[in-house]
């Protein structure tokens, strides 16, 4: 039978460290309507309540911005994602900025408890630290951190008020206690703009980090099925896409923070469809799209339509 598609519409921003990102989903729309799909009239869909006002609140937790609101905010997207897997829905998610990943598989791991999580993590950034380690104490940098369940405290240039540490260790908790998924089990692709610190973790962890170099000279579909073999022992895929993982010279600027020479958008549709196809795909996310930020007009949401449009495609082919 078909997979029935579910929509989780995150309109929050408050773990990047620009505003506009809350703008990302209202601009994929704008692009559908202007594309002429009919996209977001065929899938039911969520709107997750959010907590954009507390920008203006004084900030107290300085390595970790924001981290009580981005706390229940994650969890607010942990119980959306669980209701949706209980209900047999698939659901597509539709963020602001990427701390919502946290939220996002915390949700999945809630719903399914014991089973193996692969991550495919393609972004320009690493997003592995903790609000020990974090240079702007933006917390969309933190997710994979809260994720693992590690504070890399070899690297710590950050003291932290007890407040914060407690907020911490509920973001590491959300859904189920504990670590979320093994590093054996996360897949980079892209990555490219890191710390000293994230550096440090991802060869202390052994995570993979297949580089858009690597992809175009060894091969998009050689790379892809090593991923793929890396997770042969997990149960389901979660897939999660920031816009920053593509190009920005070569499409735009819509983003919190653009990095040069990335992923063109056919190499993200090429990725994620083989990984779809190999049927353990439970969850994919959009994210980080900043229509504020855009010089091109809404190029940013165009591109990320036409990703999301053909990934969504091969994920309603019927699952056998």
Known sequence: MDRVIKLIKNRSDIGGGTRGSDLGVDALEVAAINHGSEYFN??????????????YDKNRNTFAKRIEFVLEQCTRVSYAIKRTLEAHFLPIVLSGDHSSALGTISGIKAMYPHKT??????????????????????????????????????CQINEVIPETQLHWEEMKNI??????LE?????????????????FQ??????KNFRVEEVRYKGLANCVERALSKLEHCDMIYVSFDVD???CDLVSNGTGTPVSKGFDHYEVIAIINQIIASRKVICVEF???????????????ETAFEVLEQITSSLVLPNE
């Open 202 to 207: 991802i060869a202390q962890l052994g995570i």
């Open 117 to 154: 999580l692969g991550v495919v993590w393609i972004d320009a950034h690493a997003d592995l630290h903790s609000p020990y380690t974090s240079p702007s104490g933006n917390i969309h940098g933190m997710p994979l951190g809260a994720a693992l369940g590690f504070d890399n405290l070899k």
């Open 42 to 55: 065929q899938f039911t869909f969520e709107d997750v309540k959010t907590h954009n006002e507390t920008i």
């Open 175 to 180: 859904g189920i206690p504990g670590s979320k």
């Open 245 to 247: 993982s593509l190009d």
């Open 183 to 199: 590093a054996e089990h996360l897949i980079y692709f892209g990555v490219r703009d890191t710390e000293e610190a994230e550096d």
């Open 287 to 301: 994210c980080e799209i900043n229509p504020l930020l855009d010089t091109k007009g809404n190029k940013m949401a």
